[in-house]
């Protein structure tokens, strides 16, 4: 349908998303700023899938306006003077100690983590999991949630509730602590601790999701820490054999994951199980960007494999769900949002159009992009506030806020889930309290 010529020209504009990148880093002096974050999250939502998934049809206007819209974000941080904010960001966070590794920080860690697991198990307990089951029978058990949560026959109420708040929480405030441990071992041995909820969740009820946005909830806080020690540096090369040992740990309980999705506990058969989890991971992590190009396609009118809802002019229904559903008046979603899946020859299937289906369903094509640039409007001047700012805590949770949001807009958006304010609302009060006791303390 789509030639190699598409294919040639979207790389050609992922590898533009990467220059816009750069060109902020030349014009801030550091990565660590939402517009490049951003433009980098997206070079690699795009490259790998355009480039592992060569033979796979994609239509290149459809990552011209992915391209327009990562544009229009960066272009949000113009009206901001980054040198002067970074300047005083060095000024007076050197002066001020957050202390974000105090007993009360830690205290708070180590409850989360233990109320994470016990309401993560009695979600499944509720919706009638005995734990022999759980624990002993768990490829078939896991898969077995994981449908019937696809099929909307699962019962969270507050016990799902808190089982999610916990998980999320957890990273957050090992990350702060993480980044405060003076040796690598104690470093890497927190990472895991601070993901351990949400490895616990994905192993016993199949959800990646979960652990994907447990990730980004952990990279932010990393980030923040990162901004209050005036230590601006992205990433540097002497970090991958610091969490080598820790990350390689966690595959197998992401493959665990992959495979309890077919209640497979037949694992002889190793070609079959391989060629499962190369599909599985196709399916995940690199068909979202294809199945937006074809929704983008029948958009615009150009050829595309499915013929899709017509559910334009939304108004937000999509972004910001969990705000509508507050306020009784949200839309009834099919299990996994979208009804409608794209696939291509044995080599992916997904019902995950990225953020960007969402984004034209409630604003409209030209709307989305005028709308992601207000949006990052309001996202910066949070940043710059944190920057110039000792201890702005809502700025703080803003920006934790924001690089969730980011990271997860390869999927959809994340506020169509309520966690993000009530977790939001949590982090700042652990912050506020956590600031009086420590200068309480120095007084």
Not at 262 to 269: A, G, P, R, V, Y
Request: aromatic letters at 20%.
């Amino acid at each position: 349908m789509y030639g190699i010529e598409h294919k040639l020209i979207a790389i050609i504009l992922s590898i533009f998303t990467l220059l816009q990148a750069y060109i902020i880093r030349l014009t801030v002096g550091t990565y660590i700023i939402p517009a490049a974050i951003f433009s980098l999250a997206w070079f690699l939502y795009t490259i790998f899938p355009l480039v592992i998934l060569f033979n796979a049809p994609i239509n290149c206007f459809s990552i011209l306006y992915i391209y327009l819209c990562v544009t229009a974000f960066s272009l949000s941080a113009l009206p901001f003077n980054w040198k002067y904010a970074f300047r005083k960001n060095k000024i007076r966070k050197s002066i001020y100690d957050p202390n974000l590794n105090s007993i009360f920080i830690r205290s708070c860690l180590y409850i989360a983590i233990v109320l994470s697991i016990i309401f993560s198990t009695l979600t499944m307990v509720i919706n009638d999991w005995d734990l022999e089951s759980i624990f002993f029978n768990l490829l078939e058990t896991s898969g077995r949630f994981a449908a019937s949560r696809g099929n909307l026959g699962m019962e969270y109420g507050i016990i799902g509730i808190l089982s999610i708040f916990f998980t999320y929480i957890t990273p957050v405030l090992g990350g702060f602590v993480s980044y405060s441990q003076k040796t690598n071992f104690r470093k890497s041995i927190y990472f895991l601790v601070s993901l351990a909820p949400a490895i616990y969740t994905m192993i016993i009820q199949s959800s990646k999701v979960i652990f994907v946005i447990a990730i980004s909830f952990y990279l932010a806080s990393i980030l923040l820490m990162k901004i209050y020690n005036n230590k601006l540096d992205l990433f540097n090369i002497s970090y991958v054999p610091r969490f080598m040992v820790p990350v390689l740990l966690l595959i197998p309980p992401v493959l665990i994951s992959f495979i309890s999705r077919e209640h497979n506990s037949d694992l002889s058969d190793l070609s079959t199980t391989v060629s499962f989890l190369i599909y599985s991971f196709a399916s995940y992590a690199l068909g979202q960007i294809y199945a937006f190009s074809d929704f983008f396609s029948f958009y615009i009118g150009m050829p595309a494999f499915s013929a899709y809802k017509y559910d334009f002019y939304s108004l937000g229904s999509y972004t910001f769900a969990s705000v509508f559903d507050s306020f009784g008046f949200g839309k009834t979603f099919p299990p996994g949002l979208y009804e409608e899946t794209v696939y291509f020859r044995d080599v992916f299937e997904t019902n995950i159009f990225t953020i960007f289906r969402g984004l034209i369903y409630d604003f409209g094509g030209i709307g989305s992009i005028i709308f992601i640039f207000l949006f990052g409007l309001v996202l910066h001047a949070f940043y710059y506030r944190l920057l110039r700012r000792q201890k702005s805590w809502l700025s703080c949770i803003v920006f934790i806020a924001t690089i969730v949001f980011i990271m997860y807009t390869y999927l959809m958006s994340v506020f169509m889930a309520r966690y993000m304010f009530l977790n939001g609302l949590a982090l700042y009060i652990i912050l506020l309290v956590n600031s009086n006791i420590s200068e309480n303390s120095r007084t």
